[in-house]
């Protein structure tokens, strides 16, 4: 009997370092959001164009029913997915590198 629970417990600590190598893959992802020039909230949707060329996808319009609830679009690049508020930058993420990484879903079309 304590052996078996002796292995139970090498188990448990042997899987605890896979959970952190997930972890730490979105950790590098976040220091690379830092240093890559994505756009900056404010920018109209011209200049994102303007700077980054034109989207892989634009995400078909979501909200507007309401003047309340402003229409957000969004536009996918290779390596990142830009938020708009009718015609401004609300923000901007990475996409994910790899499907196993932990972080933003694909988007939904």
Do not use: C
Request: positive net charge; aromatic residues 6%.
């Amino acid at each position: 009997m304590i052996l078996r629970i002796s292995a139970l417990s090498m188990a448990a600590l042997l899987a605890l370092p896979m959970a952190a190598s997930a972890q730490t893959l979105l950790i590098e992802r976040v220091h690379e959001e830092g240093a890559m020039a994505l756009p900056a909230r404010g920018l109209s949707m011209a200049q994102v164009q303007a700077r980054h060329g034109a989207p892989s996808a634009r995400m078909d319009p979501r909200g507007g029913q309401k003047r309340q609830w402003p229409t957000i679009n969004r536009w996918v690049y290779p390596q990142f997915t830009v938020y708009f508020e009718r015609d401004r930058v609300i923000d901007a993420v990475l996409n994910k590198a790899d499907p196993t990484e932990v972080g933003p879903s694909p988007p939904i079309r």
